[in-house]
Protein backbone atom coordinates (compact mmCIF):
# COMPACT_ATOMS: atom_id res chain seq x y z
CA UNK A 1 0.00 0.00 0.00
CA UNK A 2 1.58 3.15 -1.19
CA UNK A 3 1.36 6.18 1.22
CA UNK A 4 2.84 9.73 0.83
CA UNK A 5 2.43 12.00 3.47
CA UNK A 6 2.92 15.88 4.09
CA UNK A 7 4.33 18.21 6.26
CA UNK A 8 5.50 21.48 6.42
CA UNK A 9 2.88 23.59 5.23
CA UNK A 10 1.41 26.77 7.58
CA UNK A 11 1.08 30.69 7.19
CA UNK A 12 4.14 32.52 6.23
CA UNK A 13 4.66 36.18 5.50
CA UNK A 14 4.89 37.56 1.68
CA UNK A 15 8.83 37.28 0.85
CA UNK A 16 9.15 34.19 3.43
CA UNK A 17 10.36 30.71 2.87
CA UNK A 18 8.78 27.21 3.69
CA UNK A 19 10.19 23.45 3.33
CA UNK A 20 7.53 20.99 2.67
CA UNK A 21 8.32 17.54 3.12
CA UNK A 22 6.66 13.94 1.74
CA UNK A 23 7.26 10.67 3.51
CA UNK A 24 6.65 8.10 1.14
CA UNK A 25 6.32 4.22 1.43
CA UNK A 26 4.79 1.05 -0.45
CA UNK A 27 6.78 2.26 -3.45
CA UNK A 28 9.92 1.67 -5.07
CA UNK A 29 11.12 5.03 -4.41
CA UNK A 30 14.64 5.52 -5.99
CA UNK A 31 13.51 5.28 -9.33
CA UNK A 32 9.97 7.00 -9.07
CA UNK A 33 9.35 10.08 -10.43
CA UNK A 34 8.40 12.43 -7.61
CA UNK A 35 6.44 15.41 -7.69
CA UNK A 36 4.58 18.29 -6.17
CA UNK A 37 0.73 19.66 -7.09
CA UNK A 38 -0.68 22.66 -6.03
CA UNK A 39 -4.13 23.65 -5.36
CA UNK A 40 -5.44 27.38 -5.22
CA UNK A 41 -9.35 28.12 -4.01
CA UNK A 42 -11.62 28.04 -6.88
CA UNK A 43 -8.51 26.87 -9.07
CA UNK A 44 -7.52 23.62 -10.83
CA UNK A 45 -4.94 21.71 -9.20
CA UNK A 46 -1.37 22.53 -11.09
CA UNK A 47 2.00 20.99 -11.39
CA UNK A 48 4.53 22.34 -8.98
CA UNK A 49 7.70 20.52 -9.57
CA UNK A 50 9.02 17.04 -10.23
CA UNK A 51 12.09 15.06 -10.18
CA UNK A 52 13.25 11.95 -12.56
CA UNK A 53 15.79 9.44 -12.77
CA UNK A 54 17.35 9.34 -15.30
CA UNK A 55 19.72 6.41 -14.53
CA UNK A 56 22.51 5.51 -12.04
CA UNK A 57 22.32 8.11 -9.30
CA UNK A 58 21.37 11.01 -11.79
CA UNK A 59 17.71 13.14 -11.39
CA UNK A 60 16.17 15.11 -13.59
CA UNK A 61 13.93 18.16 -12.43
CA UNK A 62 11.28 20.11 -14.07
CA UNK A 63 10.01 23.33 -12.47
CA UNK A 64 6.35 25.24 -13.81
CA UNK A 65 7.59 28.68 -14.98
CA UNK A 66 5.92 30.43 -11.81
CA UNK A 67 8.42 28.02 -9.47
CA UNK A 68 11.69 28.69 -11.01
CA UNK A 69 14.03 30.71 -9.53
CA UNK A 70 11.78 30.65 -6.07
CA UNK A 71 11.14 26.91 -5.61
CA UNK A 72 13.59 23.80 -5.59
CA UNK A 73 12.67 20.01 -5.32
CA UNK A 74 15.29 17.50 -3.81
CA UNK A 75 15.07 13.93 -2.77
CA UNK A 76 16.74 11.70 -0.06
CA UNK A 77 16.67 7.89 -1.06
CA UNK A 78 17.79 6.56 2.05
CA UNK A 79 14.89 8.38 3.67
CA UNK A 80 12.10 8.11 1.18
CA UNK A 81 11.71 11.59 1.80
CA UNK A 82 11.02 14.60 -1.15
CA UNK A 83 11.11 18.20 -0.61
CA UNK A 84 10.26 21.20 -1.66
CA UNK A 85 12.27 24.29 -0.22
CA UNK A 86 10.08 27.38 -1.25
CA UNK A 87 11.91 30.62 -1.15
CA UNK A 88 10.09 34.17 -2.07
CA UNK A 89 6.66 33.24 -1.54
CA UNK A 90 4.01 35.55 -2.59
CA UNK A 91 0.29 35.83 -1.68
CA UNK A 92 -0.40 33.81 -5.27
CA UNK A 93 1.12 30.95 -3.97
CA UNK A 94 -1.13 29.84 -1.54
CA UNK A 95 -2.76 26.80 -2.00
CA UNK A 96 -2.74 22.99 -0.62
CA UNK A 97 0.14 21.07 -2.27
CA UNK A 98 0.14 17.79 -2.89
CA UNK A 99 3.10 15.26 -2.77
CA UNK A 100 2.16 12.86 -5.89
CA UNK A 101 3.89 9.91 -7.47
CA UNK A 102 3.89 10.08 -11.27
CA UNK A 103 4.30 7.65 -13.40
CA UNK A 104 5.92 7.42 -17.13
CA UNK A 105 9.22 7.52 -15.39
CA UNK A 106 11.91 9.68 -17.32
CA UNK A 107 9.91 9.76 -20.44
CA UNK A 108 7.45 11.51 -18.85
CA UNK A 109 8.73 15.58 -17.83
CA UNK A 110 6.00 17.56 -15.18
CA UNK A 111 4.29 14.37 -14.66
CA UNK A 112 2.47 14.84 -17.97
CA UNK A 113 1.63 11.04 -17.98
CA UNK A 114 -0.50 11.41 -15.12
CA UNK A 115 -0.24 10.39 -11.40
CA UNK A 116 -0.18 7.03 -9.61
CA UNK A 117 -0.63 8.39 -6.12
CA UNK A 118 -1.50 11.41 -3.95
CA UNK A 119 -0.61 12.62 -0.90
CA UNK A 120 -3.67 14.20 0.88
CA UNK A 121 -2.16 17.66 0.77
CA UNK A 122 -0.71 20.55 3.23
CA UNK A 123 -2.06 23.88 3.30
CA UNK A 124 0.71 26.98 2.60
CA UNK A 125 -1.01 30.48 3.51
CA UNK A 126 0.93 33.44 2.53
CA UNK A 127 0.24 36.60 3.88
CA UNK A 128 0.33 40.08 2.32
Known amino acids: QVQLVESGGGLVQAGGSLRLSCAASGLYFSTSTMGWFRQAPGKEREFVSA???????????DYADFAKGRFTISRDNPKNTVSLQMNSLKPEDTAVYYCAACRGGFSSPSCRNGVDYWGKGTLVTVSS
Open 51 to 61: IRWSGGVTYVV
